[in-house]
């Protein structure tokens, strides 16, 4: 029940722009959510969490959810060459037991922001 | 602090051939990962272990073995390798393994490229 789709893009904008990077779910029990970035030739590192209510902020980045249309956004404001990377949408595994600290993951968004 | 740190880096083999990834992480944390990342399918949970002594599959375990020998280090065995593993290779730890509403950032290494000819 992975339920976490992503358009993988390739996205391309000018510096300055303001970028929407969007995701959608299907289970509506899902709560926290997750944006990791992956630079070229990297592993992913954690941009962000978001829960399913309300945005979060952080600097240029911010994260929001969409509980009825169940859509996860990732807005970048002003962005800079240094923000072109691979932006991947996750969201921890539900319930309790054995299987602990899993993370299911989109397919991941490629942005390319040119100067 | 070095983090998560995986060798090799990059490495080429022949189909049958056998090898292991090498992942140590160096903040003390319980649970680690293995994925594999090919293109258009994100990544995907090969192996974890939530704690010293266990391992779970993940989502594509077959082909694959792994050995959490200590609380550092979890290696990726590939007995006979095929064409179809492929792939850029993340091991990744995260602190306690323990389940919250909220999950557990993971923090990844920088990732081996294999190559299967």
């Known amino acids: 029940q992975k339920e976490v789709e992503q358009d993988p893009g390739p996205l391309s904008v000018p510096e300055g722009a303001i970028v929407s990077l969007n995701c959608t779910y299907s289970?509506?029990?899902?709560?926290?959510f997750m944006w990791y970035r992956q630079y070229s030739r990297k592993g992913p590192e954690l941009l962000m969490y978001?829960?399913?209510?309300g945005n979060k902020e952080d600097g240029r980045f911010t994260a929001q959810v969409d509980k009825s249309s169940k859509y996860i956004s990732l807005f970048i404001r002003d962005s800079q060459p240094s923000d072109s990377a691979t932006y991947l949408c996750?969201?921890?595994?539900?319930?309790?037991?054995?299987?602990?600290?899993?993370?299911?993951f989109g397919r991941g968004t490629q942005l390319t922001v040119w100067p | 602090n070095a983090g998560v740190t995986q060798t090799p880096k990059f490495q080429v083999l022949k189909t049958g051939q056998s090898m292991t990834l090498q992942c140590a992480q160096d903040?003390?944390?319980?649970?680690m990962y293995w994925y594999r990342q090919d293109p258009g399918m994100g990544l995907r949970l090969i192996y974890y272990?939530?704690?010293?002594?266990?391992?779970d599959k993940g989502e594509v375990p077959n082909g694959y073995n792994v050995s959490r020998l200590n609380k550092r280090e979890f290696s990726l065995r590939l007995e006979s390798a095929a064409p179809s593993q492929t792939s850029v290779y993340f091991c990744?730890?995260?602190?306690?393994?323990?389940?919250?509403?909220?999950?557990?950032?993971?923090?990844f290494g920088p990732g081996t490229r294999l190559l299967v000819l």
């Open positions: 990744a730890s995260s602190a306690k393994g323990v389940w919250s509403l909220r999950g557990e950032t993971q923090y």
């Open positions: 289970n509506s029990a899902f709560q926290y």
């Open positions: 978001t829960y399913s209510s």
């Open positions: 996750a969201r921890p595994r539900q319930g309790r037991g054995s299987t602990l600290g899993r993370l299911y």
């Open positions: 903040m003390n944390h319980n649970s």
């Open positions: 272990s939530a704690s010293e002594g266990t391992t």
